[in-house]
């Protein structure tokens, strides 16, 4: 995995060969990217990164100049990876977290920009997830959260979805306050 553009680009994230995770595709990741730089900058915004793991969605948000980033993960050698990534590139906005995603949002006590959400597929809390987002009041004005899952999840029906876009077989569900 490679940070596509912006202060950290080119850089290679090396995880640990047990890590628990399933990072976004380079492939997917820049097809995102190129959505939110067209149509909302992601320049001085926070952004939560549920489900961090290998740091792939936050250093990516960090080297595109985000203000500040929250990475979110229930794994502690994720914990551990994020920590010491976040050190060795010297970066000062990004906090790594311990935590369940949904405990997370149900107890944030702040606003964010863009809320990114990466969970397993097969996991049963997407729609207590993107409720609490918005019951908590969590996004900024015109604040966005995007949920990667596969085909199997569909959240056209839900408030405040406002499109779907597929890469491979990788989804990303948009809402927007």
């Known amino acids: 995995m490679r940070i596509i553009s912006g202060k950290y680009r080119g850089r290679?994230?090396?995880t640990p060969k047990n890590l628990p995770v399933?990072?976004?595709t380079n492939f997917a990741k820049e097809s995102l990217f190129n959505i939110l730089t067209t149509q909302y900058s992601v320049e001085d915004k926070?952004?939560?990164d549920c489900f961090a793991g290998s740091g792939n969605m936050s250093f990516e948000f960090l080297s595109r100049g985000a203000k500040d980033?929250?990475?979110v993960d229930m794994s502690a050698?994720?914990?551990k990876h994020l920590i010491q990534t976040s050190?060795?590139?010297?970066?000062?906005?990004?906090?790594a977290i311990k935590r369940d995603a949904v405990k997370f949002v149900k107890n944030a006590k702040i606003k964010f920009d863009i809320i990114f959400a990466d969970p397993?597929?097969?996991w049963p809390h997407y729609h207590e997830f993107i409720n609490t987002v918005f019951e908590k009041?969590?996004?900024?004005?015109k604040g966005l959260l995007i949920i990667e899952h596969d085909k199997t999840h569909q959240f056209k029906t839900v408030p405040n979805f406002v499109e779907e876009r597929t890469y491979g077989h990788v989804h990303f569900s948009i809402f927007e306050l």
């Open 12 to 14: 290679k994230i090396t």
């Open 137 to 141: 009041d969590l996004l900024t004005q």
């Open 22 to 24: 399933r990072p976004t």
């Open 120 to 122: 397993p597929y097969n």
């Open 46 to 48: 926070v952004i939560l």
């Open 87 to 95: 050190k060795e590139w010297e970066t000062e906005n990004f906090k």
């Open 77 to 79: 050698k994720c914990i």
């Open 69 to 71: 980033v929250y990475g």
